[in-house]
């Protein structure tokens, strides 16, 4: 079965410092991979995706993600953390199937100090 | 572009009364829309998926009886909480879908609609 995993529940960085979280998949065929972000309060944005190509994927507010098929991963990165991008960051796989479906990670919730 | 609204963005209302969430895509049409339920601190659970002029498809578990969604558009999505109860108490979040090519849609999610049922 289909499956998202993000092993960290909680982390914090100090502002300045940079970030990495984890995702990784269990899915049979080319996944198609999301980041989103869920401020207090707010609805989810998305951050990037990753269809095909490159590999390395650029989204928005700094983010990064980079997808490793022999890892099964497909981390998020960011190099400069702000106190802003404090939130919860969730990771997301496409069925691709006819319903179209997202599985999702539980989610990573991120503190940044001052 | 790509913006889904919701409204109301919070409701209260009295056990036993029913409650309508609608979401709309402003700037696109939206082939595929779908509603999740989140509980606090936890992910989004899919309750169901639903394409413009046909029923929705609800995962299991999920009372399609209780929670009515109607997608008579393709910019239009209605979820009905009928005969509330405090346990239907949620944030409840919409997503319109975009075909990105083939079989692949990218969601765009709305700002959640927060309901207590008292």
């Known amino acids: 079965a289909q499956s998202v995993t993000q092993p960290d529940i909680h982390i914090t960085v100090s502002e300045g410092a940079s970030l990495e979280l984890r995702c990784n998949y269990s899915?049979?065929?080319?996944?198609?991979l999301f980041w989103y972000v869920q401020s207090p309060g707010q609805g989810l944005q998305l951050l990037l995706k990753y269809f095909s190509g490159d590999t390395l994927v650029q989204g928005i507010k700094g983010f990064e993600a980079e997808f490793k098929r022999s890892q099964s991963s497909f981390n998020l990165r960011k190099p400069s953390v702000h106190w802003s991008d404090a939130a919860e960051y969730f990771c997301?796989?496409?069925?691709?199937?006819?319903?179209?479906?997202?599985?999702w990670g539980l989610g990573t919730s991120l503190a940044v100090n001052p | 572009g790509a913006v889904v609204s919701q409204h109301p963005s919070w409701v209260i209302c009295k056990s036993g009364t029913s409650v309508k969430i609608e979401c709309r895509s402003l700037d696109f049409q939206a082939t595929t829309m779908f509603w999740y339920r989140q509980f606090p601190k936890q992910s989004l659970m899919l309750m169901a998926t639903?394409?413009?002029?046909?029923?929705?498809?609800?995962e299991q578990g999920v009372e399609k009886d209780k929670f009515l969604i109607n997608h008579a558009s393709l910019t239009l999505s209605t979820l009905t909480v009928t005969s509330a109860h405090p346990e239907d108490s949620s944030f409840y979040i919409c997503?319109?879908?975009?075909?990105?090519?083939?079989?692949?849609?990218?969601?765009?999610f709305g700002p959640g609609t927060r309901l207590t049922v008292l």
């Open positions: 997503s319109a879908g975009v075909q990105g090519g083939g079989a692949l849609d990218t969601q765009y």
């Open positions: 997301a796989v496409n069925n691709a199937g006819n319903n179209r479906k997202l599985i």
């Open positions: 899915y049979g065929a080319t996944p198609y």
């Open positions: 639903s394409n413009e002029g046909s029923k929705a498809t609800y």
